[in-house]
């Protein structure tokens, strides 16, 4: 039912009950792949709903920087599983630049690995192009609100400025171990 008005429009909210709408925007949202979506996803959105005060939605973009397109089938696959959870928004962004045009002023709520790629001037042909989309996100509005994550020695990180200039302080909003710790990841849920 969704899909046909994402592909006339390039974003759709789908609600928990099946309603699909292009207005009005989250001021929250966490993005993610959510294959699966589990207790971590929906610990941290608590979470942060908590300390925003407003409502977090969800957001799932079919291309990613770092992956082919999902294909129709797998996308209904993912959205199917908010039913009854959250509201889900889809859509083509996979930079967060492009995120906060679809969704300015809002808080986007992130996972410390997540938020290490989206400073990673990789992304961004280096440090310029980085500078000049996190400066896009603050023109924007926006802010990352992100929880801590265990990094791939095994140690659990939060943030820590990520070494960025002072003038990139306010876009984040990190969250300590003692807000939010839970241990889990879609790549294990998915190798058992």
């Not at 690995?113 to 980085?130: L, M, N, Q, W």
Request: glycine share 8%; with cysteine.
């Amino acid at each position: 039912m969704f899909w046909d008005l994402f592909t006339s429009r390039s974003i759709v909210c789908v609600e928990p009950v099946s309603v699909v709408r292009a207005e009005p925007r989250p001021l929250a949202i966490m993005p993610g792949s959510f294959n699966p979506l589990h207790h971590g996803h929906t610990g941290l959105a608590a979470v942060a709903s908590a300390r925003l005060g407003v409502e977090v939605h969800f957001e799932l973009s079919i291309s990613n920087a770092d992956k082919p397109e999902l294909p129709r089938e797998e996308v209904e696959r993912r959205v199917s599983q908010f039913a009854g959870v959250a509201p889900v928004w889809v859509t083509r962004a996979a930079a967060f630049e492009k995120k906060a045009d679809l969704f300015p002023g809002a808080a986007f709520v992130l996972g410390w690995d997540t938020a290490i790629r989206v400073i990673d001037p990789k992304y961004y042909g280096g440090e310029p192009g980085r500078d000049a989309a996190l400066r896009k996100l603050l023109v924007r509005g926006c802010r990352l609100v992100i929880g801590g994550r265990v990094d791939a020695a095994g140690t659990f990180r939060v943030w820590d400025e990520g070494g960025l200039l002072a003038e990139f302080a306010d876009l984040f909003v990190p969250l300590t171990e003692a807000d939010f710790r839970v241990d889990v990841s879609s790549t294990e849920l998915r190798r058992k």
